[in-house]
């Protein structure tokens, strides 16, 4: 009797794709990413087994293919933002990318699929008016009010991402260590994608934000901690940051106030003063023009306008 040929796809078993997914999370917490992009590559390969567990798909990765992934996708943009949809295939397409390289299987189901296709209207940006009223929910000469003013004014200055702003640190004696430059009003970002570092000009007003923070932070129990941003137990987290703005966003009348909508604004508000796209590429880290291109959706007419004002034609008659 004549066996079956071994199947010509795949050398994984059957049903292995919570394991290889497992498998899949140690490859990339070795791989120096951020614990974020970890979190969401694998809340992704998560769903969508769960996906096709509900309704009898194979759960093999031999036996996934294109339409069970497209499947996926427009369950996704049924329900979900076309953000969400982005995210979750992302982490598909880096997961099933691991499997080739590790010869579980041969072909990815991905790789004629493409990526959803988000919006081009820009998310909603801080109005100068909300961004003065959160500086004032700030305000006080309190250690907290003036750690709060600065981070609020580093994150306006800056367009940095929250864990980026999180990770900064007061180290003035050893410049390796050290991300803050005030003579120059320059800060050392080291983003969590890869650690990669890039510099940043973040406005006198933050650096004089910063100063005053500095002085009363030298008489802090926790001066002596590297992390630049400190308080009751230590250096604060990136939580403690976020639930940090969505106080002051309330006081302010901003309420679910994010760290991101910052980087909203700072990116949207760059463009429409006519900052080239490769420099607002370097300076808040982006690698890709995918995002930048949403942002400056918003800015389009306002950039537009502008110009026509300043060359209109018919005012040279």
């Not at 490859?27 to 390969?45: D, K």
């Not at 009363?216 to 590297?226: E, F, I, P």
């Amino acid at each position: 009797m004549v066996s079956s040929p071994p199947d010509p796809v795949s050398i994984a078993p059957r049903g292995d794709l919570r394991p290889n997914a497992a498998s899949f999370g140690r490859h990339l917490r070795a791989s120096n990413l951020s614990p974020r992009t970890v979190q969401t590559y694998l809340e992704s390969v998560d769903r969508f087994a769960t996906f096709l567990e509900d309704r009898g798909m194979p759960t093999d990765v031999a036996g996934i293919r294109r339409e069970h992934v497209e499947a996926f996708m427009e369950s996704l943009l049924e329900r979900f933002k076309p953000t969400t949809a982005t995210n979750r295939y992302s982490g598909l397409q880096a997961f099933f990318k691991w499997a080739v390289d590790e010869g579980e299987i041969r072909d990815s189901p991905m790789a004629r699929t493409r990526k959803p296709r988000l919006p081009e209207h820009a998310p909603p940006v801080l109005s100068e008016d909300q961004l003065r009223a959160i500086l004032a929910a700030c305000e006080g000469q309190g250690f907290d009010e003036r750690r709060d003013t600065a981070l609020v004014r580093v994150f306006i200055g800056s367009g940095a991402r929250l864990a980026e702003v999180t990770a900064l640190r007061w180290v003035p004696d050893d410049p390796e260590q050290n991300d803050l430059d005030l003579d120059l009003g320059v800060i050392r970002i080291r983003s969590g994608k890869g650690r990669r570092e890039r510099a940043t000009y973040i406005g006198t007003k933050a650096i004089r934000a910063l100063d005053r923070y500095i002085r009363v932070r030298g008489k802090h129990r926790h001066a002596a901690l590297s992390a630049l941003w400190v308080g009751q137990r230590g250096a604060m987290t990136e939580s403690g940051i976020a639930q940090m703005l969505r106080d002051r966003g309330a006081a302010a009348g901003v309420p679910g106030l994010h760290a991101h909508q910052f980087r909203h604004s700072y990116a949207s508000r760059m463009l429409a003063a006519g900052f080239q796209e490769t420099d607002l590429m370097q300076l808040a880290g982006w690698r890709s023009r995918e995002m930048l291109a949403r942002y400056a959706a918003a800015t389009r007419s306002e950039r537009a306008i502008a110009a026509a004002r300043r060359l209109n034609p018919g005012d040279e008659l």
